[in-house]
């Protein structure tokens, strides 16, 4: 894995720990940083030696911060359209990476940050943590998903109210609608997290993928779909290795050793 200039990258025991590393602009999401996080992705798309990924930003204060204003300032109406789709390319490749990917939210995530976090599978919160999409105060809408994920997550009215306003939301009540699944103290929030992943690579692969995929696809379908297509991933997870392996340990009352297969 290469160096990067906006992110840090650490692997232990199969677990990827991504780091957006611009604290002095709070994580702000430069091109820079987009353009590193998807050559990152993709190389974790086809790494074999990760399971799960964890991603956080850098220092106390902040997740990520929003967007690089600076960066907006030129847009027109067709570069507008171009920036806002590789933003969604990004956050679609991270949303369908294959793997669960972690939010460790531990400040601001505003703006793209919130929808980065939206894009991830789990999003585990420091108590210090905020969220909002704050674009209209800027006179855009959130461009990187985040009409689309935040509502499907904690449903249209709210979303709306955070949309239109502008308003943030503290780590409590994030937890309160389902933006987030844990709030935890900041100091523990990396070993929350870390432990959370653990136990994720701990279980069969093939069934962790199979799972994401029955979540993430059926969203957009009807539910008679859905089931349908859950029940084909059911077989699918009858087929592997790792399957004959859990009952089998399950019967002999000991701890599956899971291969991956």
Avoid: W
Wanted: proline fraction near 3%; charged fraction near 25%; glycine fraction near 10%.
């Amino acid at each position: 894995m290469r160096t990067y200039e906006t992110l840090l990258y650490s692997l232990e025991d199969r677990i990827a720990i991504v780091t957006i590393h611009r604290p002095e602009k709070l994580n702000a999401l430069n091109a820079l940083v987009k353009e590193e996080l998807s050559e990152l992705f993709t190389s974790l798309l086809s790494d074999r030696g990760v399971d799960v990924v964890i991603l956080t930003g850098a220092g106390e204060k902040s997740f990520v911060a929003g967007t690089d204003i600076a960066e907006l300032s030129t847009l027109t109406r067709e570069s507008g359209v171009e920036f806002a789709g590789k933003g969604q390319e990004l956050f679609d490749r991270i949303e369908n990476l294959g793997k669960p990917v972690i939010a460790a939210v531990n400040g601001y995530a505003l703006g793209g940050g919130c929808e980065l976090a939206l894009a991830c599978h789990i999003r585990i919160a420091s108590d210090k943590a905020r969220f909002g999409q704050p674009e209209v105060l800027l006179g855009i809408i959130p461009g990187y998903g985040g009409t689309q994920r935040l509502a499907r997550l904690i449903g249209r009215g709210r979303a709306m109210e955070l949309i239109l306003s502008g308003a943030q939301m503290d780590a409590q009540e994030a937890l309160r609608v389902g933006l987030v699944s844990r709030v935890v103290p900041a100091a523990e929030l990396l070993g929350t997290v870390k432990q959370l992943a653990r136990v994720i690579a701990s279980n069969g692969q093939p069934a962790v993928r199979f799972a994401l995929q029955a979540v993430n696809v059926t969203q957009e379908m009807v539910l008679s779909e859905g089931l349908q297509h859950e029940a084909f991933l059911f077989g699918e997870c009858c087929a592997t290795g790792d399957f004959k392996e859990g009952v089998r340990a399950f019967l002999e009352k000991r701890k599956p050793e899971f291969k991956g297969v």
